[in-house]
């Protein structure tokens, strides 16, 4: 990558939002991990659905065959943006939903008392949960080790738990909490050695990565669109020859039902999968625009996948400097402690933190009032903040996560309205 130059007009003036204020700041929006904003496309995508194509599926009708038509290019999108087939595309309420879904379903299929699953102190609710839930059937639930001063994943402690009775292993790809990226193609692989299935949260790790089913191998792999410019609408990849093994949890769930529909309950919105789609074609759009700066990395690549995957890495490439830039400075403040694992690890642009002496609520309504949009608490990583960091005193974390439409003056914005409220408490 030489002389990279990010479009940021580009990618602005797609967002609406923007030209939000709050006391006469200009709003800035610093809460990616929690839902980004969407661009004009995509609300219009899902407008163009519900005016014009809005029908229930397998009808003879013109709405009906073009709602279907929609639908399926909707699943060849997410697989471009997931490089898979579109058979192995599902749709759902959102992530939390399918990985209950899939949980219940591997109950069905594979799963009987005294089988274990492992997941892991640094995830999400949304991968523990699922799992969690069927002790109540007998299965043993257990935890991969997180370093609670790096925030990195103990594979040592990993391998030790790994057994013959090892069914599932769920992890997460990228921490919510602490932006650390996990190294799940080693956490996979070791998993299939054991003969255990893989789910992989990557709905942290979307919008700041690349993803590569094939390349991971994962059995499973869960997101949300919303994370990444689209609707709240849940994305299920299931490997072709592990879905078809299984016995979903869906109406009419013992007619085996073809791939991917199995893994969806009923009638899907539509309209919302329009507008996934549509996200994927901004993030492509993006790719277009710099496409000429990853020649090397986009090597083989073609088509729609080639500016997806350019996309990714513009919009990595822009933001890691700004995160960079915060973790530095905010370290610098006296009473900020940053929580993020060591340099030579690799992380998203999201940068979390504490001041001493303060509630992180009260810091996060401070940068609210100038403008500033930041989240604080566990964000249902709730392990990882409550358990290992012992935050559950303090408010928990806040976090503050960039997306490419972030600009660096929002960044010294923000920078300087944490001094400021550190200098308050003094």
Same mark, same amino acid.
């Given at each position: 990558m030489q002389?990279f130059k990010?479009?940021?007009?580009?990618v602005?003036?797609q967002?609406?939002?923007l030209?939000?204020?709050v006391?006469?700041?200009p709003a800035a929006?610093l809460?990616?991990?929690?839902?980004?904003?969407?661009?004009?496309?995509v609300?219009?995508?899902?407008?163009?659905?519900?005016?014009?194509?809005?029908?229930?599926?397998?009808?003879?009708?013109i709405?009906?065959v073009?709602s279907?038509?929609?639908y399926?290019?909707?699943?060849?999108?997410?697989?471009?943006?997931l490089?898979?087939?579109?058979?192995?595309v599902?749709f759902?309420?959102?992530?939390?939903?399918?990985?209950?879904l899939?949980?219940?379903?591997?109950?069905?299929?594979?799963?009987?008392?005294g089988d274990?699953?492992?997941?892991?102190?640094?995830?999400?609710?949304?991968?523990?949960s699922?799992?969690?839930?069927?002790?109540?059937?007998?299965?043993?639930?257990?935890?991969i080790?997180?370093?609670?001063d790096?925030?990195?994943?103990?594979?040592?402690?990993?391998?030790?738990?790994?057994s013959d *009775?090892?069914? !599932? %292993? =769920?992890v997460?790809? &990228?921490?919510? @909490?602490?932006?650390t990226?996990?190294d799940? $193609?080693?956490?996979?692989?070791?998993?299939?050695?054991a003969?255990?299935?893989?789910?992989?949260?990557?709905?942290h790790?979307?919008?700041?990565?690349?993803i590569?089913?094939?390349?991971?191998?994962?059995?499973?792999?869960?997101?949300?669109?919303?994370?990444?410019?689209?609707?709240?609408?849940?994305?299920?990849y299931?490997?072709?020859?592990?879905?078809?093994k299984i016995?979903?949890?869906?109406v009419?769930?013992?007619?085996?039902t073809d791939m991917p529909?199995?893994?969806?309950?009923?009638?899907?919105?539509?309209?919302?999968?329009?507008?996934?789609a549509?996200?994927?074609?901004?993030?492509?759009?993006?790719?277009?625009?710099?496409?000429q700066?990853?020649?090397?990395?986009?090597?083989?690549?073609s088509?729609? *996948?080639?500016? !997806? %995957? =350019?996309?990714?890495? &513009?919009i990595? @490439?822009?933001?890691?400097?700004?995160?960079? $830039?915060?973790?530095?400075e905010?370290?610098?403040?006296?009473?900020?402690k940053v929580?993020?694992?060591?340099?030579?690890v690799?992380k998203?642009?999201?940068?979390?933190?504490?001041?001493?002496?303060?509630?992180?609520?009260?810091a996060?309504?401070?940068?609210?009032?100038?403008?500033?949009?930041v989240?604080?608490?566990?964000?249902?990583?709730?392990?990882?903040?409550?358990e290992?960091?012992?935050?559950?005193?303090?408010g928990g974390?806040?976090?503050?996560?960039?997306?490419?439409?972030?600009?660096?003056d929002?960044?010294?914005r923000?920078?300087?309205a944490?001094?400021?409220?550190?200098?308050g408490?003094?």
């Amino acid at each position: 990558m030489q002389d990279f130059k990010f479009n940021l007009d580009y990618v602005r003036e797609q967002f609406p939002a923007l030209s939000k204020t709050v006391n006469g700041y200009p709003a800035a929006f610093l809460d990616g991990p929690g839902g980004t904003q969407v661009p004009r496309s995509v609300v219009e995508k899902i407008n163009e659905y519900l005016y014009y194509h809005n029908a229930n599926s397998h009808g003879v009708f013109i709405t009906s065959v073009q709602s279907d038509a929609s639908y399926w290019a909707a699943k060849e999108a997410l697989a471009d943006f997931l490089n898979c087939e579109a058979r192995e595309v599902a749709f759902g309420a959102s992530s939390s939903t399918n990985n209950f879904l899939l949980a219940f379903g591997l109950l069905r299929s594979i799963l009987k008392p005294g089988d274990e699953i492992i997941i892991t102190e640094i995830d999400h609710e949304g991968n523990r949960s699922p799992w969690r839930t069927l002790e109540d059937f007998g299965i043993k639930i257990k935890n991969i080790r997180l370093d609670p001063d790096t925030y990195v994943l103990d594979l040592e402690d990993y391998k030790s738990k790994l057994s013959d *009775r090892t069914k !599932v %292993v =769920a992890v997460n790809w &990228a921490s919510n @909490a602490t932006g650390t990226i996990s190294d799940v $193609k080693t956490i996979i692989r070791m998993a299939h050695e054991a003969g255990a299935v893989t789910v992989v949260d990557a709905v942290h790790y979307a919008l700041h990565r690349s993803i590569d089913v094939k390349d991971i191998d994962t059995d499973f792999l869960i997101c949300s669109a919303y994370k990444f410019f689209g609707p709240h609408l849940g994305v299920l990849y299931a490997k072709a020859e592990t879905g078809e093994k299984i016995k979903t949890v869906r109406v009419i769930a013992d007619d085996n039902t073809d791939m991917p529909w199995k893994f969806e309950t009923g009638t899907p919105a539509m309209e919302l999968a329009a507008g996934a789609a549509a996200a994927v074609e901004f993030i492509a759009g993006i790719g277009k625009e710099h496409e000429q700066f990853f020649e090397k990395e986009l090597s083989g690549l073609s088509g729609r *996948r080639r500016l !997806v %995957v =350019a996309g990714i890495k &513009a919009i990595e @490439a822009y933001e890691e400097p700004l995160a960079e $830039k915060l973790r530095s400075e905010l370290a610098a403040i006296e009473g900020v402690k940053v929580y993020s694992p060591p340099k030579d690890v690799p992380k998203t642009s999201t940068v979390s933190f504490t001041v001493k002496g303060a509630n992180s609520n009260d810091a996060a309504r401070f940068l609210a009032e100038r403008g500033l949009f930041v989240w604080d608490g566990d964000f249902y990583a709730i392990h990882i903040v409550n358990e290992v960091l012992k935050l559950t005193g303090q408010g928990g974390l806040v976090r503050i996560g960039l997306a490419p439409y972030n600009t660096e003056d929002e960044i010294d914005r923000t920078i300087k309205a944490v001094k400021d409220f550190c200098a308050g408490l003094k």
